[in-house]
């Protein structure tokens, strides 16, 4: 396939299609509107199913019936739409059944606005809905990267019979850049065991509930439910290193964080200062292991978020106070621009950095200050 | 004991529901209800290509008793999943059971659309005027005067609303084929109401669009009436408030002969 220009939203579209997706459940919200808007056309005229739901508590409900009947199925949305999902992600993890959702992150809380967000890192990673359970969380920084994690997605969904969400901030949904699609999967319904596709007089009846009346039954589920999470923890985590063989001191940012701390890391390693950069893929499960690893070996971190810190929690955990960790975030849909994230690089390159300031205290300070 | 035989056989567990006891209260008409839909499946051969959706309430268990595969809804949201199989397999026959909290309060969203984008599914409705799980609170449908546990003083339509008469107000969609209201309060609104369920799931084996059969119902416990009497109090207090009758028979759906 040559690479074509892809906005992201559609971009993510075309490659649920091409990765089999058999029906499609959402709802309009800006800033991921496109993907339901490209798949009303795509789906049916590939003979698919497409539902414009009432809401978004229609929506994902119908994806848990269309996960239940066993096919691969999606819905996207976006912040606020993704709150009203959370009982349906709730049940769908209760019940064990594989789906993946969207979400095109955007400023909040409550109606907030349209502009590029992280904000809903902690609901996507650590809850959101009711229950004990966690989702598998991929965090592309580029069109292609969308692309490709979505491609992903369903294959990690159905293998470990999870939700599997992706999450990106409004900019990678509404931006152009090239990319390259996959080809088109053949569509070829899994003949899974546990589907409740209707008896067709060859088998037992089957129930799919997420009731377990009986508190040990229920949790026996918690206990399965935990078993999975560590096998994934251990299997499937993802991240990508930049220039950190010699690295002194190290960003960790995420989607486009990650991807203008980059540039802020290019520039900052111009001008002679050892820097590099990890940036989760898989927000869940967390790089901790591939934090572990650095702390042996660098002064310190920097966690860049579009947000007030909210992975910044989970890096902190990872280090253990062992090394100085520093936080540079902007929230409300402000993307950060590379000279911020620069000037932060140049700032911790030129101070001594201590385990005993809270980074999210020190950030505040700075920021008053800028102000 | 005259042993049983084919020949003198009168009453039998149809072969649509598992040899399960039901949870219900003794007296509850959720049994009658559910042996009419397992009568009608197993009239149409329809048992192993039927996926059932069931709601939260007292017939969240429903899944237990029927031999078809089986779905358990968040509260209200019956409709919803209904549709995301039935689009996924169209071929299946698809029904939500839903009691008068599940489909007309919290679920009040997801059962107006399915009926509007005229889902080709069935749904059994069942008004019992009150909330029968949780312990008898007001429902939607409670009618005006009607004690229950959060309106313990008789509901009072200035402060806490008029019922909702679903039946009527869904046969103002278009996508709806049919849409009836009976009754189970005695033996001949029985036989009408499995009449009724057998059209329902007709309309749908035919995609002849929505099908919904509400039926006035029972709840001895949380009435606080003995099972005579809460038969008694449907036909003579709910009937009047929720009038039976058929509100949409589409065209297609008229010319069914059962």
């Known amino acids: 396939m040559p690479r074509e220009l892809w906005k992201g939203n559609e971009a993510i579209a075309e490659a649920s299609v091409r990765a089999g997706l058999d029906a499609y459940f959402g709802y309009p919200i800006t800033p991921q509107t496109e993907i339901l808007e490209y798949l009303s056309k795509r789906m049916p005229e590939l003979g698919r199913a497409f539902v414009q739901a009432e809401s978004e508590l229609g929506a994902i409900n119908m994806v848990y019936g269309a996960a239940c009947a066993g096919v691969r199925v999606m819905s996207t949305s976006s912040s606020p739409g993704v709150s009203l999902m959370m009982e349906g992600l709730s049940y769908i993890q209760g019940t064990e059944v594989p789906a993946v959702l969207v979400n095109v992150m955007r400023g909040g809380p409550g109606l907030g606005n349209i502009a590029p967000s992280q904000a809903d890192y902690n609901q996507a990673v650590h809850g959101g809905g009711h229950g004990d359970y966690h989702n598998i969380v991929l965090a592309p920084a580029s069109v292609q990267e969308a692309i490709d994690l979505t491609v992903m997605s369903f294959d990690l969904a159905e293998k470990y019979r999870t939700i599997c969400m992706v999450i990106l901030d409004g900019s990678v949904g509404q931006m152009m850049e090239p990319a390259k699609m996959p080809e088109m999967r053949p569509m070829q319904r899994a003949n899974w065991d546990w589907a409740t596709d209707g008896r067709m007089g060859k088998r037992p009846r089957r129930i799919l509930s997420s009731i377990y009346l009986d508190p040990i039954e229920e949790e026996k589920l918690n206990l399965r439910l935990l078993s999975r999470w560590k096998t994934i923890q251990r299997d499937e985590v993802r991240y990508k290193e930049y220039f950190l063989d010699d690295a002194e001191f190290v960003i960790v940012g995420f989607g486009t964080a990650g991807r203008v701390a980059l540039s802020a890391v290019r520039q900052a390693r111009a001008k002679g200062i050892k820097v590099g950069l990890l940036r989760p893929i898989t927000v869940s499960p967390f790089p901790f292991e591939a934090i572990e690893q650095l702390v042996g070996r660098v002064s310190g971190f920097l966690v860049t978020e579009m947000n007030s810190g909210q992975m910044l929690e989970d890096v902190r955990l990872a280090v253990k106070g062992r090394v100085p960790v520093e936080f540079y975030g902007r929230m409300g849909g402000v993307v950060p621009f590379t000279e911020e994230i620069l000037h932060e690089i140049e700032r911790i390159a030129s101070s001594k950095l201590s385990v005993d300031v809270d980074p999210r205290e020190a950030w505040l300070e700075r920021m008053a200050q800028a102000v | 004991m ?257």
């Not at chain 2, 040899?19 to 197993?42: M, N, Q, S, W």
């Not at chain 2, 408030?241 to 297609?252: Q, S, T």
């Open chain 2, 2 to 258: 005259v042993a049983t035989n084919a020949n003198n056989l009168v009453y039998e567990r149809p072969e649509g529901f598992t040899d399960t006891p039901t949870h219900y209260c003794p007296g509850c008409t959720h049994g009658v209800a559910h042996r009419l839909i397992a009568e009608v499946l197993e009239e149409m051969d329809l048992i192993d290509r039927t996926i059932g959706v069931a709601p939260v309430g007292c017939s969240v268990f429903a899944y237990n008793y029927f031999d078809t595969d089986f779905v358990e809804a968040p509260h209200g949201r019956a409709p919803a999943m209904a549709t995301g199989i039935k689009r996924v397999l169209p071929d299946r026959i698809v029904f939500t059971y839903q009691g008068d909290g599940d489909l007309a309060s919290i679920g009040m969203g997801e059962i107006v659309h399915a009926a509007a984008r005229g889902e080709n599914l069935t749904v059994i409705f069942i008004n019992n005027a009150n909330y029968g799980m949780t312990g008898g609170q007001m429902a939607p449908t409670t009618l005006p005067g009607m004690k229950t546990t959060s309106s313990p003083n008789g509901r009072d339509v200035e402060t806490q609303g008029f019922p909702i008469r679903m039946a009527e107000m869904l046969s103002t969609l278009d996508g709806v084929g049919y849409c009836v209201r009976r009754s189970l309060h005695d033996p001949k609104n029985i036989r009408l109401a499995k009449k009724a369920i057998r059209t329902a799931f007709e309309t749908q084996a035919r995609g002849l669009g929505f099908s919904m059969v509400e039926l006035l119902s029972t709840c001895p416990t949380n009435w606080g009436m003995t099972p005579v009497d809460s038969l008694k109090f449907v036909e003579q207090h709910m009937v009047p408030a929720f009038p039976l009758g058929d509100y949409k028979v589409a065209a297609g759906v008229a010319q069914i002969k059962i």
